[in-house]
């Protein structure tokens, strides 16, 4: 009886020490997974919400943002403290193109405009070489 309660005086205090449940670092990998599982649903659009949780038990913060021609999703873990954006958060991001980029519209609007200006110049060019400069009639405007 003696021996018996020794050895479970002994598995218990070996229990105590070796630690119970996963580790940190597997905490940490169980929660990169979710972060990268959850991400990939993401379809690029300009909101995403989501009720997961980390492996700390934690809700998982989304962000998205809209930049020149991508959005940009972060999604984050606020890791095993909870506080928010410190050295212990796990953060995935993802980007997509949003196809509401103005680049093109703009590049259309300054060519028109360098065309337009080259096109008035050579026209008035042409009138000053006919007329003589400052007898040429002004260019319209």
Not at 36 to 57: E, Q, S, V
Not at 70 to 79: A, F, Q, W, Y
Request: proline fraction near 5%; include cysteine.
């Amino acid at each position: 009886m003696r021996s018996s309660f020794a050895l479970a005086i002994m598995a218990g205090s070996l229990a105590l020490l070796s630690g119970c449940g996963p580790s940190a670092a597997e905490l940490q990998e169980k929660t990169l997974s979710t972060l990268n599982t959850i991400a990939d649903t993401w379809d690029g659009g300009p909101d995403f919400k989501t009720t997961a949780t980390d492996a700390y038990g934690n809700p998982l913060v989304a962000t998205v943002s809209k930049g020149l021609l991508n959005r940009d999703l972060e999604l984050r873990s606020h890791g095993p403290d909870g506080l928010p954006k410190n050295s212990d958060d796990l953060v995935v991001h993802r980007h997509k193109p949003h196809g509401e980029s103005t680049v093109h519209k703009e590049i259309e609007k300054a060519s028109e405009s360098v065309g337009l200006g080259g096109v008035r110049g050579i026209v008035q060019g042409a009138k000053e070489a006919l007329h003589g400069k400052g007898n040429a009639p002004a260019a319209k405007q």
